[in-house]
């Protein structure tokens, strides 16, 4: 029910207090709330108690001025339905010059929470990484995903900038404490839009 499901995605939060940064729990709790109903989600927002990131905490001004103006929505991207090859290596390599989806998943019943990263190197004309960009340190970013065995993690990334050359994207799992006592463990899948493929290697 929905206080059980927002109750189990607060066990997984409240693991991540123990062993995370600031930052990664305000991720980690701001991509609950987006994925809980509204009434699940209020019943997160009273369990994680006042203070808790991700909370909005003050009313709106109406008095005040709105200065910002509304995003224009992005375009919806259609995928190809089955995921690129996986290669089984700790780290996964996918070429392309374009943005990617990525599904992350686990056979645990219940909320698994999981950190992944993921890195786009640069290619040049010939098809080798751009020396440039690696030299400076191209660390990449982690990005939090709560999956469950009905409702994989999907979130889409689209490349730093237009580069014609195309793109390597690495993902990988690091090494974290586990917040779920019986993980069946997670993996991940990449979807690129549809009738797309993977550049080939020159």
């Not at 203070?51 to 009313?59: L, M, N, Y």
């Not at 994989?152 to 237009?162: A, I, L, S, Y």
């Amino acid at each position: 029910n929905a206080t059980g499901t927002a109750a189990e995605f607060k066990v997984v939060r409240d693991a991540l207090v123990k062993s995370g940064t600031p930052e990664q729990v305000k991720n980690l709790t701001e991509g609950v709330r987006a994925e809980l109903a509204p009434d699940q989600r209020k019943r997160f927002d009273d369990l994680v108690g006042p203070g808790g990131e991700g909370q909005r905490g003050e009313k709106p001004d109406p008095n005040r001025v709105q200065t910002k103006q509304p995003e224009k929505p992005k375009p919806k991207i259609e995928w190809n339905e089955q995921p690129e090859p996986r290669d089984f290596r700790p780290r996964k390599i996918f070429r392309t010059d374009g943005p990617v989806k990525v599904r992350a998943s686990t056979p645990t019943m219940g909320p698994d929470g999981v950190w992944y990263g993921i890195k786009w190197h640069p290619l040049d004309k010939d098809g080798k990484r751009a020396k440039v960009v690696e030299k400076v340190g191209n660390k990449g970013r982690e990005i939090p995903a709560v999956p469950i065995p009905q409702k994989p993690d999907e979130k889409e990334f689209t490349p730093p900038w237009n580069n014609p050359h195309g793109w390597d994207v690495e993902l990988w799992i690091p090494p974290q404490q586990g917040s779920h006592g019986n993980s069946g463990g997670h993996d991940l899948d990449v979807f690129l839009p549809k009738a797309k493929q993977q550049l080939k290697s020159r």
